[in-house]
């Protein structure tokens, strides 16, 4: 069957469910932001406690990180992501998101082949590009020093 672009369009366009901007951009704004002041409330309560601002960072990190896969494995952060749409990508939690949840669904096929390999199919290119670009990044920064005789 070839259609055209225009055909596929029209075609997504009648299946697809209809989507309420004025719900949704204010949704995603109150979720994220909600997650991004969690974080903020954490930072602040561990740098309270005594910890260093590094070391208050890092465990607000963590604390996200863990937070978020838990709720993923709970089935609590897709019904968030229900209401709040893009504002759950806030960039940490929506990571973690991402790794767990391909390893859930494909746990049954056991720990190698199943939790491990899916684990990092969506996170794996972003870790990939990401490792990637800071290599030409620093191959270019040492180039442009090196004719440059320093900054």
Do not use: W
Not at 22 to 42: D, Q, R, S
């Amino acid at each position: 069957m070839n259609i055209s672009n225009q055909e596929y369009g029209e075609l997504a366009k009648r299946h697809s469910p209809p989507s309420s901007m004025y719900k949704t951009i204010p949704m995603a704004f109150v979720i994220g932001g909600g997650i991004c002041t969690l974080g903020e409330a954490l930072l602040n309560l561990y740098e309270y406690l005594g910890m260093g601002k590094t070391n208050a960072g890092a465990l607000t990190s963590m604390t996200l990180i863990f937070l978020s896969a838990l709720f993923t494995g709970l089935k609590l952060y897709d019904r968030l992501a229900q209401c709040g749409g893009a504002g759950t990508l806030v960039p940490i939690t929506g990571f973690a998101n991402a790794m767990v949840s391909p390893a859930l669904d494909f746990k049954s096929e056991g720990f190698v082949l199943g939790l491990g390999a899916k684990m990092f199919s969506i996170a794996g290119p972003v870790i990939v590009y990401g490792i990637s670009a800071s290599v030409l990044y620093g191959i270019i920064y040492y180039i442009v020093i090196l004719f440059m005789g320093g900054l």
